[in-house]
């Protein structure tokens, strides 16, 4: 028998991986000043009325795969509050590189709300 829920959880996981990703460095190319991991967590946060959630913990492993790629660089700063925070910001490369997955975005959006909508043929 099917565990729907199972099902549903994959998919969006599945779902997940490449938009949040897209958010984030779209997050971080808007900002003037560099931002650490809680307060790019609440900007995602604030965008939650439709439903969509991300979970604080899985934004760093995105943080770091985006600037192993170079699409984002850091800096650790002391802090007041605790240890260290490392700070975020969108490289050159991530800027260009938001673009095309801005467009990339836009054709797939397009794509399967044609498909959805029963328009695909």
């Given at each position: 028998m099917i565990d729907i829920q199972e099902t549903h959880k994959k998919f969006r996981k599945e779902l997940s991986a490449g938009t949040v990703s897209l958010a984030l460095l779209s997050i971080l190319t808007q900002t003037k000043e560099p931002l650490y991991g809680y307060q790019i967590g609440k900007l995602v946060g604030a965008g939650n009325e439709e439903g969509v959630t991300v979970k604080q913990g899985a934004i760093y492993p995105v943080l770091r795969s985006l600037e192993?790629?170079?699409?984002?660089?850091?800096?650790?700063e002391s802090s007041d509050s605790g240890p260290p925070?490392?700070?975020?910001?969108?490289?050159?490369?991530?800027?260009?590189?938001?673009?095309?997955?801005?467009?990339?975005w836009k054709d797939t959006k397009t794509f399967v709300d044609n498909v959805l909508g029963g328009d695909y043929q």
């Open positions: 192993s790629q170079g699409l984002l660089s850091s800096e650790r925070r490392k700070y975020y910001q969108a490289t050159k490369s991530g800027k260009e590189v938001l673009k095309t997955w801005t467009e990339i």
